[in-house]
């Protein structure tokens, strides 16, 4: 499985930034899949997931509330809704699937500038 995720990008604090991720290869719509990101200086966390019919989602608790995570499986990809950006969001965001995250994509640069 190959995941390619784009969409990041500068944003203003307070801005809004839509990620998406494209799973290629032996793509199965029962992956779980989600987002990680690590910022400057910091381990990578998690920060989203959604279950492979898009029934069951969880979020970091910084998350909750300003990031929507949803999935088309008819087109393979997974999206980040990412709405109310703060500064400290600013991480290179990881695309990931599989029940124990065995796949990762390459990952985009949000920067969200004061």
């Known amino acids: 499985v190959q995941l390619q995720a784009s969409g990041g990008g500068l944003v203003q604090d307070g801005g809004s930034l839509r990620l998406s991720c494209v799973a290629s290869?032996?793509?199965?719509?029962?992956?779980?899949m989600g987002w990680f990101r690590q910022a400057p200086g910091k381990e990578r966390e998690f920060v989203a997931s959604?279950?492979?019919?898009?029934?069951?989602?969880a979020y970091t608790d910084s998350a909750k509330g300003r990031f929507t995570i949803s999935r088309d499986n008819a087109k393979n990809t997974v999206y980040l809704q990412m709405n109310s950006l703060k500064p400290d969001d600013t991480a290179v965001y990881y695309c990931?699937?599989?029940?124990?995250?065995?796949?990762w994509g390459q990952g985009t640069l949000v920067t969200v500038s004061s």
């Open positions: 990931a699937a599989g029940v124990q995250w065995n796949y």
């Open positions: 959604i279950s492979g019919l898009g029934s069951n989602t």
């Open positions: 290869g032996r793509t199965s719509g029962s992956f779980t």
